[in-house]
């Protein structure tokens, strides 16, 4: 029944808003104006109303009804100089239950400039490494806010306070330069209340910095990387009692490459992380690592793309978290295993994305799965998009996640759920 309501309630929002375009439409001088102004100013906004069956934040909470208001301009300040701010203000509970209040959040504030051979940014910012497709070894730079109640990969993502510099050694070949000592970690559900989050000093000595060498404009794309910095996801720790959220610090080298062949493209990215010798209780926290993403996509008929990859994670090192004689250490252990995706010495997996358009691009369809071969785990993403006009879109989608407790994917089965969304773009 609160689904059906929540599902009537979104409805009625449409129509209303549907009506607001429809009457706007009789005078068409005040909404081109204000359409060419904002243009002028470069100025885009979004107003969303929201619907998700389940949180996602492993609280058993169900049935939010909310919306948000994310507003971006791009100001251009002279020939050399350009900026970007982008704001969000979300309220996902109109309900407002204990610890689900509203919140604003700055996304991104910087400024770019623009030299000969050259472009500095300064502020915060997200800096997206990798050219897998959803699975990104090489993205370690800037974080993600997993639970966050919108229905795309792309708002999970926000900014980082720091500085890049992009040197154009030639047409097609970039040398990328980022540091910072704002380390802000990623938002990652976790079971329980109790646990203490410790998160690093922001100071000088405990600067993040990458490298980055890439090269684009050919058939065969490529980068090689380097990063020295922290994780973005937190490993669990056992100090005495209580349990703590650490992220540990890494060297990180990694490489991608990517090729199409006609309507084939081929993609592929991998890393070899090597973690501090940290000493929590966990035999497996500072042993290195291999990360490796494969993939290959077919274009169909005029629009449906099929994407197909396999990725592995091997630690050769690896000792089972089940063999810990404390049972507190175990535990942290099997979690920190889930987090990283670690559960064996060698665990495989593969994803798969079959997207296509209908009824000239105003319909767009995908579904996403992935799985792990070593214990079942799965999770299966359908979303569906229809755009009313120009500025009117409407969302319906799922996410189903399961397998065993102490998997990936089987963690997160109380996530599962639908949501709905309408959104009114400008």
Known sequence: MKLRRAAYLLAMAGSTAMGCVQAQSTDDAPAGALTQFLSNQRISGLVRLDYFQSSRTLDGESNFSGGS?????????SSRIDAKLEARLIDSDIHHRPGKDGHSRLLEAYATFH????????????VAWGR???????????????????????????GTTALKLDIYLTQKLTLTAFTTPFFEPSEFP???????????????????????????????????????????LPTVWVNQSQLELHYDRFDVLGADAARNFGRYGFRTEVTLTRPANLHNG??????????????????????LNINVQLFTHWMPQYRDPAG?????????AIENAIIAGQETRLSNGLTFRVSDTWLNNTLQGEVFAAANFG??????RPLVTYAFNDHLKGTLGGELYRGPR??????????????LELRYGL
């Open 406 to 419: 102490y998997t990936p994917y089987g963690l997160l089965k109380p996530n599962s759920g639908v949501f």
């Open 375 to 380: 214990h079942g785990d799965r999770f299966v």
């Open 324 to 332: 810990a004689p404390d049972p507190v250490a175990r535990l942290v």
């Open 190 to 232: 976790l079971p329980g209340n109790s646990i203490v989050d410790k998160q690093p000093a922001r100071t000088v000595s405990d600067s993040e910095g990458g490298l980055k060498l890439s090269k684009t404009g050919d058939e065969f794309d490529w980068s090689v990387s380097y990063y020295h910095g922290r994780n973005l």
């Open 132 to 158: 897998a497709d959803g699975i990104n070894p090489t993205d370690n730079l800037t974080p993600r806010d997993y639970a966050v109640l919108l229905p795309f990969d792309e708002d999970q993502r926000f």
């Open 115 to 126: 030299f000969d051979k050259a472009d500095l940014r300064v502020g915060r910012q997200v």
């Open 69 to 77: 208001v994310q507003v971006k301009a791009l100001p251009r300040i």
């Open 282 to 303: 966990d035999p497996n926290v500072g042993s290195s690592r291999l990360y490796w993403v494969a993939g290959v996509d077919r274009t169909l008929l005029e629009n």
